[in-house]
């Protein structure tokens, strides 16, 4: 059986349908929670399909508090992952069925994130930590890796909903926003 995931995109002052990550993710996907944090929304209905969920906070809660927001959904109607974008991240064809397949075959693997390549040849996560900080790279990181030693974006990353909500998830007081 197929695991259940549900994409969560927090969208900022953007129509969802102009967002990168609409055209190139959402667009084919069945199950989404959109956390609008603009403080005027855009008008859903016409984009909305089943399966979507669609959640406005005009005062702008955040990354932290909308992707708990979205792991506690995902947590009360059974879906097995949440898959965390944001508006500008940029999904090739096959995504879902990579994420899909590393769950196949990676059991015991309660987290994944993609290995993210600028138009520079540089990457951007997964990078090494150094002295708790961190740069761009010209290496790729493939495999299991400790987070200790790694830096990770956000965006793009596949978690395991009950191991979030074991975690307590994102700590709400922290804003993530710019750490994607």
Known sequence: MAPKILVVC???????????????LLIHCENIFIIDNSPIPFNPSSYLQKGWTYQNHPENIGLSKAYNEAAKFAYDNGYDWILLCDQDTYFP??????????????????LFCPRVKLDTGEYMSPTPIKNYLTSLSDRSIFGEFSLSKFCVINSGMLINVSAFISVGGYNDLVWLDFSD
């Open 10 to 24: 927090v969208i900022y002052n953007e129509k969802l349908q102009e967002t990168i990550t609409y055209k190139s």
């Open 93 to 110: 064809s096959n995504a879902l069925q990579y994420y899909i397949d590393a769950i196949k075959n990676n059991p015991t693997v309660n």
